[in-house]
């Protein structure tokens, strides 16, 4: 089964900023729906945003996340970004990528919807 891998993570103070990336190595992810996830301790996993595979590029965020966050391809078809930018507190958590299963909406955040989980990498906004 193929497994995402993110990295990227780190400590950032409040309003910093910091770059996400999922990948399977070998494999082009131009083609596929991708959702990046959230889990912090203590509450459920949150869908942060969705990228429809293909040249159309749609983007789906959470309300929590909309206009401070960014999900895209750019110009490498293998890697998905997160580009999140005015950071809070409260967006500290274990990030995860996913693929979207078949025939699902490729708007959905919810992860049910997802496969091939990576290991996720930790996202600290702390002063």
């Known amino acids: 089964q193929l497994q995402l891998v993110e990295s990227g993570g780190g400590l950032v103070q409040p309003g910093g900023s910091l770059r996400l990336s999922c990948a399977a190595p070998?494999?082009?992810?131009?083609?596929?729906?991708i959702g990046w996830f959230r889990h912090a301790p203590g509450k459920e996993r949150e869908g942060v945003a969705s990228?429809?595979?293909?040249?159309?590029?749609?983007?789906n965020f959470a309300d929590s996340v909309r206009r401070r966050f960014t999900i895209s391809r750019e110009n490498d078809k293998d890697t998905v970004y997160l580009q999140m930018n005015s950071l809070k507190p409260e967006d500290t958590a274990i990030y995860y990528c996913?693929?979207?299963?078949?025939?699902?909406?490729?708007?959905?955040?919810?992860?049910?919807?997802?496969?091939?989980w990576g290991q996720g990498t930790q996202v600290t906004v702390s002063p």
């Open positions: 070998g494999v082009a992810l131009d083609s596929y729906n």
């Open positions: 996913a693929m979207l299963r078949y025939g699902r909406s490729w708007q959905s955040l919810q992860d049910f919807d997802y496969v091939g």
């Open positions: 990228l429809r595979g293909g040249y159309s590029g749609g983007t």
